[in-house]
């Protein structure tokens, strides 16, 4: 397993932490029963089997 030689600094510690950012999820325009919806990849076969139905945005 790798081991730190040496100690690393609070302020590089951070600064290698604040680099790490969470993404926007890419919306997917989805056809179902004439209507077009707007979902995750990941949910795009659960909402063409009906198993997940998507809410409506106002």
Not at 14 to 23: N, T
Not at 34 to 45: D, F, I, S, Y
């Amino acid at each position: 397993m790798a081991v730190p030689k040496r100690k690393l600094s609070r302020s590089n510690t951070r600064h290698r932490r604040s680099s790490w950012k969470a993404h926007p999820v890419q919306l997917v325009p989805v056809v179902v029963d004439g209507v077009e919806h707007r979902v995750p990849r990941r949910l795009v076969r659960a909402v063409q089997r009906g198993l997940y139905v998507p809410k409506e945005h106002a």
